[in-house]
């Protein structure tokens, strides 16, 4: 079968298309064939070496959306999606024509989307899922999301899922004319100390929940907490590190919550990607927007895309036109 692999890490350069034995589940697994597999920037991370409990050689890609075709009977031939931390790093993941999982790690993909949206959804929505119930996120709340990227455009739906009240905040004006469009009260960023300002226009008691998928707005958003507010971060400057005013944190007796959703891994997933197909099965979640679909024959330059930073969602097709 076809897959990506990369022997070394280190730079992208090290991903190439080649041709490696069928996997074979083991007892208790499923084989998947791959109709679309989403990739995220952790992809592209894993393959530069960010990740030291990454083991080579190794096929990357966490997200995916499939047909089983081995497995037990009850299985055979479902649709399915999944993702999950050790998928590219530990064992192989979803950026081949065939995936091996833990038959508890898939789960029946919702049928509303195509193959393409369900690859493109399992790390950015259950990241935000993550963030949101682990700040306590409550119907009424109010939730501010900083970013609008796979993860912060995510984390506006499921947090209004959950029945918050949601502002985004983003500097792109055409970023800003997008929320606004799909109706999503909408700050713009600017100054940081501005922030709070901004923030109480919507909240006047500021917010409960702060949700910066950035890594850059930590410091500012303090001020613009309500009493006993919480803000989940998912990323870090350069350095990994950040000045905190402390002083304001306990005074508001708010605190700060660290993301991270690669310890989480297939099994622990499943269910959630079974409440997310629900969600968009029901009409209550809305369907993300197609993403751009790429042969898996040309991934190492749709990583290389990724790397420059291109803000558009890719999903790679073992068979162009599958999905």
């Known amino acids: 079968m076809r897959a990506l692999r990369f022997e070394r890490v280190g730079d992208v350069d090290a991903l190439h298309v080649a041709d490696v034995p069928e996997p074979e589940p083991a007892g208790g697994e499923v084989r998947v064939r791959v109709v679309a597999a989403g990739l995220n920037p952790s992809d592209l991370k894993n393959v530069l070496g960010r990740f030291p409990y990454t083991t080579v050689p190794r096929t990357p890609g966490r997200d995916f959306a499939g047909v ?42 919702p049928r509303s989307l195509s193959f ?19 700040a306590g996120t409550s119907s009424g709340a109010g939730v501010l ?27 792109d ?14 700050v713009a960023l600017g100054h940081p100390d501005a922030l709070r300002d901004a923030i109480i226009t919507h909240f006047a008691s500021g917010a409960d929940v702060i949700f910066d998928t950035t890594g850059a707005w930590l410091a500012p958003a303090v001020p613009a907490l309500a009493a ?22 306990y005074r508001k007796g708010g605190s700060i919550v660290g993301v991270n959703s690669l310890l989480y891994d297939a099994r622990a997933c499943a269910p959630m990607m079974a409440r997310l197909a629900s969600g968009f099965d029901g009409g209550a979640l809305p369907p993300p927007a197609p ?6 024959a040309d991934g190492v330059q749709a990583y290389k895309d990724v790397e420059r930073g291109s803000p558009r969602k890719i999903v790679l097709t073992p068979e162009p036109g599958a999905s």
């Open 68 to 109: 089983v075709e081995q497995g037990p009977a009850e299985l055979l031939g479902r649709e399915v999606w999944g993702t999950g931390s050790e998928l590219g790093f530990t064992r192989d993941g979803s950026h081949a024509e065939l995936l091996t999982l833990p038959a508890d790690a898939v789960t029946a993909r």
């Open 116 to 134: 393409a949206q369900c690859a493109a959804c399992g790390v950015p929505y259950t990241t935000a899922m993550i963030a949101l119930e682990r």
């Open 145 to 171: 999301v900083i970013g609008a990227g796979a993860v912060g455009k995510a984390a506006i739906d499921v947090a209004r899922w959950q029945g918050a009240r949601v502002v985004g905040a983003v500097r």
């Open 173 to 186: 004006p055409d970023q800003v004319a997008s929320l606004h469009a799909q109706g999503t009260p909408t």
């Open 228 to 249: 006993f507010g919480r803000i989940a971060i998912i990323a870090a400057p350069h350095d990994g590190h950040e000045r905190v005013p402390v002083l304001a944190l």
């Open 291 to 296: 993403p751009v679909e790429v042969p898996l």
